[in-house]
């Protein structure tokens, strides 16, 4: 099995990040929260494409220019009504400079709420804070449970980091298939470039061990990917209290 410390650098990259004031789409990159140290990079080794028989093809989704397709957070439109989250983000200004403090025991309550709503990009920080633990029980299962379900909506940043869990056996079985279609997923948002490259080194990585069948499932699975981006509720639904701050 892999060490976690493999992981820790993608999802620190691709997870630790929000925008300030409140939950935007734009990723601000911080340095690791306090306490928590950064891995080391892995180091560079042969390409999974010299060893393998044959390299799975790039992913038939084409790659779309850079800068669009990657936000975590959409507008959910019902019946051309526009549904959006900005309403239910009161206080994530502050609890996001707690976060960035390390404050984890001020802040990621205020996100657990919205993640339990269905907000994505609150998802994807969840999956960050159980993975560190941070305020709450390091629990990979999980950590995993929540980028997954970040993923589901369509948020970029839960991509990767799903693969790596599912590739490295961290909160389930390793589930190579699973690990090849979310690097897929991630590989076709991303323009031709350096980014991409090694998106697809990541998934490649993968198809070396996997049957040629295995891998044309797994494909599949990418190709029919459709987002299920969760409708945000109206403020009358939530509880009186719900924007009250530990």
Not at 25 to 47: E, F, R
Not at 76 to 101: C, F, H, Q, R
Not at 106 to 118: H, I, N, R
Not at 139 to 158: H, I, N, P, V
Request: net charge neutral; charged share 20%.
């Amino acid at each position: 099995m892999k060490t976690t410390s493999l992981l820790i650098p993608t999802i620190l990259g691709l997870c630790v990040a929000f925008a300030s004031p409140g939950l935007g789409q734009q990723a601000t990159p911080l340095p690791p929260p306090a306490g928590i140290g950064k891995a080391p990079d892995t180091q560079p080794g042969v390409s999974p494409a010299e060893t393998a028989p044959a390299a799975s093809p790039e992913p038939s989704t084409p790659a779309i220019p850079a800068g669009e397709g990657r936000a975590c957070k959409y507008v959910v439109m019902i019946e051309g009504i526009p549904y959006t989250w900005d309403k239910l983000e009161k206080g994530t200004d502050t609890a996001w400079v707690a976060y960035s403090n390390g404050d984890f025991t001020k802040s990621v309550p205020v996100f657990e709420k919205l993640a339990k709503l269905g907000h994505p990009v609150a998802e994807r920080l969840m999956g960050v804070a159980y993975f560190f633990g941070q305020g709450v029980p390091l629990d990979y299962r999980t950590s995993l449970s929540w980028f997954e379900k970040a993923a589901m909506q369509g948020c970029f940043e839960a991509y990767a980091p799903t693969a790596q869990m599912y590739e490295a056996g961290l909160g389930t079985v390793a589930d190579p298939g699973k690990a090849y279609m979310w690097y897929n997923i991630a590989a076709a948002q991303l323009p031709q470039g350096k980014e991409r490259r090694e998106m697809v080194d990541l998934r490649e990585k993968v198809a070396a061990g996997m049957t040629p069948a295995q891998i044309e499932a797994a494909q599949k699975r990418s190709l029919q990917f459709t987002p299920k981006r969760v409708v945000p509720p109206d403020l009358s639904e939530l509880p009186e209290d719900f924007f009250k701050q530990p």
